[in-house]
């Protein structure tokens, strides 16, 4: 099993910058990427950012040269770095771990953009 638990998410205004957390505990091993995904209000929830146990990385459109995913190799903390925060940025963020078994999911952590 993969634990993983957010932090970092809160109030911030347009244009600004956050740094999110993702601690892994478990069978870190395991994992084959490590992904942020997000959910607004009333919108599924979407692929923002991931990083491949290689270190390849992947972003949406929506958020290429604005955010930053990276990780420590020494705990396994994934990062997910936002600059130039808009408000359709607003969302709740999530952590996640794809291992051959199975996805794990952090509990979320808000992100609001006030303009």
């Known amino acids: 099993q993969v634990h993983l638990m957010e932090s970092g998410g809160g109030l911030v205004q347009a244009g600004g910058s956050l740094r999110l957390s993702c601690a892994a505990g478990?069978?870190?091993?395991?994992?084959?990427?490590t992904n942020w995904f997000r959910q607004a209000p009333g919108l599924q929830r979407e692929l923002v950012a991931s990083?491949?146990?290689?270190?390849?990385?992947y972003y949406a459109d929506s958020v290429k040269g604005r955010f930053t995913i990276s990780r420590d190799n020494l705990d396994y903390t994934v990062y997910l770095h936002m600059n130039s925060l808009k408000p359709e940025d607003t969302a709740v963020y999530y952590c996640n771990a794809a291992t051959p078994g199975a996805d794990y999911w952090g509990q979320g952590t808000q992100v609001t953009v006030s303009s």
């Open positions: 990083i491949s146990r290689g270190g390849n990385t």
């Open positions: 478990g069978m870190l091993i395991s994992i084959s990427a």
